[in-house]
């Protein structure tokens, strides 16, 4: 019999790692290390090319099964926020890559733990009052780690 205890205590312990890991490789922390674009300067009211400074910080994770977004693939939430920036259709494809949309476009691959986010409002609205700090058509490049 103790033997038998062992044995199921050994196989119950491999079966939580196997679920804590497949769990583990479904989120992601991902941390701008670069970014540019172009910004509104008041005077003489042009835009021009900017270096912005890479601080953002997001979470890729599966959706809560009873939140609004429970229907979506993964959500990418930016650390310290309650709600998703992006929300993602599909899963991962094969070759890793994972598009989410938002506010602009959020884009993973899962094979280099590279990340892109792209936001393209502003300069082509083309409205003045749109045209502010703030509201700047940037990409920001970063690296993502399993949790």
């Known amino acids: 019999m103790k033997k038998l205890k062992t044995v199921v205590g050994a196989s119950f312990g491999l079966a939580l790692f196997h679920v804590t890991v497949a ?64 929300t993602c259709s599909q899963p991962f494809s094969e070759h890793g890559f994972l598009i989410c949309e938002g506010a602009g476009e959020f884009r993973m691959n899962s094979r280099t ?16 009052e749109l045209d502010a700090p703030g509201n700047t058509p940037s990409v920001m490049i970063g690296v993502c780690s399993p949790f």
């Open 23 to 86: 769990w583990a490789s479904e989120q992601y922390l991902c941390e701008e290390t670069a970014g540019g674009g172009v910004y509104y300067e008041e005077q003489p009211k042009r835009w021009k090319s900017a270096i912005f400074r890479p601080n953002g910080k997001y979470i890729v994770s599966k959706p809560l099964s009873d939140s609004f977004y429970s229907g979506k693939q993964f959500v990418v939430t930016k650390l310290g926020e309650r709600d998703p920036a992006y």
């Open 113 to 128: 733990l590279r990340f892109q986010v792209y936001y393209f409002l502003g300069y082509v609205i083309g409205d003045v």
